[in-house]
C-alpha cells in the first residue's frame, strides 16, 4: 500500500526557514504528481506546491512563490518542501499528496495523503 509520511515541522521564527520531508513507500512513482498542501483548523486545504515527477515541472500558489521550492530526491523516494522567508500566516499543518495524473493545486484531485506535519512562525 502506497504510504506518505511527513517530516520537519516545528516553531521558527518569522523570518527563518524550515525544510519538509515527504518519504513516499510502497510503490515507485514514474509519472504522476508529488504536492503540499496545508491547513488550518477551519479553513479548507490549500494547495502549496507540486512537483511533476514525469518532466519535473513545479507549479506554486502565489502566496508562497519566491519562498517555497518544492524539490525531489527519486534515490530517497522523497520529496522536499524548503520554506525560506517564513511568516505567522504560514503556520498550518502541512500535508504531502499524490495522484497519478497531472499537477493540480486543489486538494480534490489526490487520492494518497500523510498524516500532517505541524508548522507553526512566531512573530
Known amino acids: 500500500q502506497v504510504q506518505l509520511v511527513e517530516s520537519g515541522g516545528g516553531s521558527v521564527q518569522a523570518g527563518g526557514s524550515l525544510r519538509l520531508s515527504c518519504v513516499v513507500s510502497?510503490?515507485?512513482?514514474?509519472?504522476?504528481?508529488l504536492a503540499w498542501f496545508r491547513q488550518v483548523p477551519g479553513n479548507e486545504r490549500e494547495g502549496v506546491a507540486s512537483?511533476?515527477?514525469?518532466?519535473?515541472?513545479?507549479d506554486y500558489a502565489d502566496s508562497v512563490k519566491g519562498r517555497f521550492t518544492i524539490s525531489q530526491d527519486n534515490a530517497k523516494n522523497t520529496v522536499y518542501l524548503q520554506m525560506t522567508s517564513l511568516n505567522p500566516e504560514d503556520t498550518a499543518m502541512y500535508y504531502c499528496?499524490?495522484?497519478?495524473?497531472?499537477?493540480?493545486?486543489?486538494?480534490?484531485?489526490?487520492?494518497?495523503w500523510g498524516q500532517g506535519t505541524q508548522v507553526t512562525v512566531s512573530s
Open positions: 512537483f511533476s515527477i514525469g518532466t519535473g515541472s513545479t
Open positions: 510502497g510503490y515507485t512513482y514514474t509519472t504522476g504528481c
Open positions: 499528496a499524490s495522484r497519478a495524473g497531472t499537477c493540480y493545486l486543489a486538494s480534490t484531485w489526490y487520492n494518497i
